[in-house]
């Protein structure tokens, strides 16, 4: 299978504890995005990559997210000090580079904080 | 498995008919339209795509209407079959946004043998 993999594919941990969470893109794709769902809702745009150079990270929900993507393949988003809000699925997708491009979606990370 | 959407708007349809699910969008900026498919437990599924520059494309059972006028996106699936039952959302980005999709709500698509 050639799509986008994600690791782990939950994550159950105590609030404050640090997570992170992996991507493996299309290997062709250069450009990759992390998004986070919550239940009954559609997926909420969080941060993207062209290669290795992350072009926009505004919509991160807090300085506790950060996201790499250091040789501009798989990329890792980190949470610090989780809290119960964090709960959510993370998910990461990939397209080519050129605009208008549809991403294509990993099956996600869900978290769970207790 | 994980349950999407517990609480969407849900359209039920017996296998064989032909099913529509509905988008409106409010950026007028948008210029690049997805839809999506989503399993419970799963990541989206893209489906089909289109570009501001059209109103009409199709796929393999599938067809997407565009109205820019009223800003309306709407996903129409032909014999519509059991393994089409799943969330469909659609999306949105402007062109010079990197690709940044904005999702819509999603419709439950429950499929009736």
């Known amino acids: 299978d050639t799509g986008v993999s994600q690791n782990p594919r939950h994550k159950i941990t105590k609030r404050g504890q640090n997570v992170t969470f992996r991507c493996d893109p299309i290997s062709e794709h250069n450009r990759l995005y992390w998004y986070r769902q919550t239940l009954g809702q559609g997926p909420e745009f969080l941060t993207y990559?062209?290669?290795?150079?992350?072009?926009?990270k505004s919509r991160l929900l807090s300085d506790r997210f950060s996201a790499e993507r250091p040789k501009g393949s798989f990329s890792t988003l980190e949470i610090q000090r989780t809290e119960q809000g964090d709960s959510a699925m993370y998910l990461c997708?990939?397209?080519?580079?050129?605009?208008?491009?549809?991403?294509?979606f990993g099956d996600g990370t869900r978290l769970s904080i207790l | 498995g994980e349950s999407v959407g517990l609480h969407l708007p849900t359209l039920s349809v017996q296998e064989g008919d032909n099913s529509i699910i509905n988008c409106a969008y409010s950026n007028s900026a948008s210029d690049y339209f997805i839809w999506y498919k989503q399993e419970s437990g799963k990541g989206p599924q893209f489906i089909i795509d289109?570009?501001?520059?059209?109103d009409k494309r199709q796929g393999q059972r599938v067809t997407v209407l565009l109205n820019k006028t009223v800003k309306h996106l709407s996903l129409q699936i032909a014999a519509t079959q059991p393994g089409d039952s799943a969330v469909y959302f659609c999306a949105e980005t402007p062109g010079n946004a990197g690709n940044m999709l904005t999702f819509g709500g999603g419709t439950r698509l429950m499929v009736k043998p």
């Open positions: 289109i570009r501001s520059n059209m």
């Open positions: 997708a990939s397209s080519l580079g050129n605009s208008n491009q549809p991403q294509h």
């Open positions: 990559f062209q290669n290795e150079a992350q072009l926009e």
